[in-house]
């Protein structure tokens, strides 16, 4: 499915987090690369240029050698000196032309750092790859990928989540389903009155009715908010697929409200598409050379 996939390794559960879903995600065939973003504090010392670079440097080339001793997983390490994590992890990306990337959600691990500043955001909403999210104590509780959940809306981005659910679940001979949350809405944010349950009911089962006839899924549906409503949606499946609106795939993650909570509250993980993304499960047909990354073994 994917054939490169970065990880980001914190030294905390975070990063472990995060590889137990690179590798569920990778499957077989992909390449996985451990990467850890060392971020330097202080100048080198006048008279000592590049010594403080070379402690950190060194540390965070232990650090991720100790990750894949532990992990017993078959990694390449790339460490990478950047003022920002996202920052270091989108131009690794790009360096080694990546189709994945995976983060972990822990608060003090790498996302906590990653959502924090305007600088990083904007790295990452250009990034040039899918960003998967691992919930917190993921590695303690991984769980096979035999309930695919897509969130639709019947956007082309919902509608190439959906495919690329399809081909996954081929690949790992797995279910498909959808949800749609529904939302009433008063037009220009004017107050109305709250609709009647009837109401309320009958669109649900309108939008049940929809997804119903996308084929060969198990449609839901439900009224309520829709970060809400998606993260108790989660606890049903085991991958939670969603389309970037975006011009990266966390631009939606990171300047809509609703994807934003969602990366905090999702009960399970959280896959999230660029635009253009492959739609059948699998990674870009195009010939491409594995190039090495730039540091590390």
């Not at 879903?21 to 010392?45: D, F, M, N, S």
């Not at 309320?200 to 839901?220: F, I, M, N, T």
């Not at 993980?269 to 870009?284: E, H, K, N, Q, W």
């Amino acid at each position: 499915m994917f054939e490169q996939v970065i990880v980001g390794v914190d030294g905390l559960s975070g990063g472990r987090d995060a590889l137990t879903l690179a590798r569920q995600l990778a499957g077989k065939r992909g390449a996985i690369v451990l990467a850890h973003i060392y971020i330097e504090t202080l100048p080198p010392a006048r008279g000592s240029p590049g010594i403080v670079q070379a402690g950190e440097r060194a540390r965070s080339q232990e650090l991720l050698e100790s990750v894949r001793w532990e992990s017993g997983v078959d990694a390449r390490l790339c460490s990478i000196e950047s003022p920002f994590v996202g920052r270091g992890l989108h131009e690794l990306a790009e360096r080694i032309d990546a189709d994945l990337i995976v983060v972990g959600s822990s608060r003090r691990g790498l996302v906590g750092r990653v959502l924090q500043g305007d600088d990083m955001r904007a790295a990452l909403n250009a990034a040039p790859c899918a960003v998967a999210i691992a919930p917190s104590g993921y590695a303690q509780r991984p769980a096979l990928l035999v309930e695919i959940g897509v969130g639709y809306d019947g956007s082309p981005e919902s509608r190439n989540a959906l495919a690329f659910a399809h081909g996954l679940a081929v690949e790992r001979h797995a279910h498909v389903s959808v949800f749609e949350a529904v939302v009433m809405s008063p037009p220009g944010g004017a107050d109305v009155q709250h609709p009647d349950r009837n109401t309320l009911q009958a669109k649900v089962d309108q939008a049940r009715e929809r997804l119903a006839s996308l084929g060969d899924v198990e449609p839901h549906a439900a009224y309520g908010d829709a970060a809400e409503e998606l993260a108790m949606y989660g606890a049903s499946v085991d991958l939670l697929i969603v389309g970037s609106r975006g011009y990266g795939p966390l631009g939606r993650l990171i300047h809509g409200r609703t994807s934003l909570r969602l990366a905090h509250t999702a009960r399970c993980p959280l896959l999230v598409l660029p635009r253009g993304a492959p739609s059948d499960g699998t990674a870009a047909a195009t010939e491409r050379t594995q190039p090495q990354p730039p540091t590390g073994r």
